[in-house]
């Protein structure tokens, strides 16, 4: 009988990703995935570091793992992600139960590790960088597609300085998978039946930037957006010091680049961004955005904000709300800065501002986003639009719910048969978080007989 795997995943969709690969990785060491984590014969948590709270999550999380390792013998537990690459063998002291520990250019050795820790009860630690791209390929290519959508990494690490962030600290310098074998793992995903790719990166706008022979990202999505059957392309992150007048050319020239950027800000203060380390003043973000919706008008926007980042003064802070005012951003996710290690800003500055301050800050800018997210949302009641489906709906028994183009999520009535198909909809209705719209039968291209399932 197969032994069975349950990974728990923490964090960015670059996580995610790196879950499946794990799937991947351990299916050909004989492993099934399973949902029940009181089956499994290997338990992982694969994490995230970003922020102190994901970081404690990690811990709590594993402190209530005990009880699998306490109740069924041989099961082994393992941790990756940010959290194992940063802590490595601290993490092993800290949580006396715990197998083992891979870092975040390590899953290649999972299968190793494992069997390490099955034959002689070794404790490995794995948390070596590579500058090789080979570490992010699979000898056997993509052996596992779920549904008609893909994450496909296309780089990874960062070579930006941001003072708060523990990226590069923990995912390593900028490596760029070749094009060739990104464009043909696409091909691969596309003959089974895949018409949406994410490409991921921590900074995906440098790919190809410090590989000799390699395409410009912008080339790249060139490429991309050329392979027959694929029908629409995603990416992030992208840093705004990055965002070349060619990318901002392929948002109006390329078919089926989503019209949708999430271009993180993090503050609307001059003096901020510079304390942040982040290479852009306020002026040259909005010089950048105006030249995107000029050659794109129809594209939606979406950003990162930091509030209560050392020294940040309530003028400073309201500069963001300037920003964000001015901006409207179609969706905005906010945090409250907290102290990383080995990060500039965690090194160099006290963590000055209260939490009550950050606490009200975080919810001011949260307020303000959902009136600017309501009334954008309210602007496309009426409109046309085409959405992937792509599951039940949260809110409601016989909805259904899937992406416009530029990302925002529509509910609409309709049977489970529609997931996974490209839907044409009008709005018909709109929250803050989402819209509601109603199925256009009659300019559906696919198997009509699917109406008759509506209630
Ligand atoms: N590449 C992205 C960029 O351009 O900055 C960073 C992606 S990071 C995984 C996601 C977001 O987490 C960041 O954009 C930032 O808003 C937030 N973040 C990162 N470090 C943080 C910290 N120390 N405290 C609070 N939020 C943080």
Known sequence: MKKKLYIQTYGCQMNQYDSERIGQVMSRAGYVQTNRIDAADLILLNTCSVRDKAEQKVYSMLGSWKQFKDYSEGVIMGVG????QQEGEKL???VPHLDLVFGT?????LP??????RTSRARPVEISFYRAPSYMEDPDGRTQVHGVKAFVTIMQGCNKVCSFCIVPHVRGREVSRSSANIIAEIESLVARGVIEVMLLGQNVNSYGKLTAGEPSFAELLGRVDSIEGLKRIRFTTSHPQDLSPELTEAFATLDNLCEHL?????SGADAVLSRMRRGYTRREYLARIERLRDRCPQV????DIIVGFPGETEAEFESTLELLQQVEYDEIFSFM?????????AKIYDDDILEDIKKDRLTRVQTLQREISLKKNRQRIGEMEEILVDGPSKL???????????NRIVNIMGPESLVDQLVPVRITGATANSLLGEVLWDKCNFNSQLEGDTA
């Open 337 to 345: 800065y907290s102290p990383r290690p080995q990060t500039v800003s």
């Open 105 to 109: 250019h390590n899953i290649h050795k």
């Open 262 to 266: 999430h271009l993180p800000v993090q």
């Open 112 to 117: 190793q590790m494992v069997e390490q820790v």
């Open 81 to 84: 992600g940010c959290v194992a």
């Open 300 to 303: 939606a926007l979406s950003t």
């Open 396 to 406: 409601k028994n016989g909805q259904v719910r899937g992406r416009t183009r530029n």
């Open 92 to 94: 092993l002291k800290r």
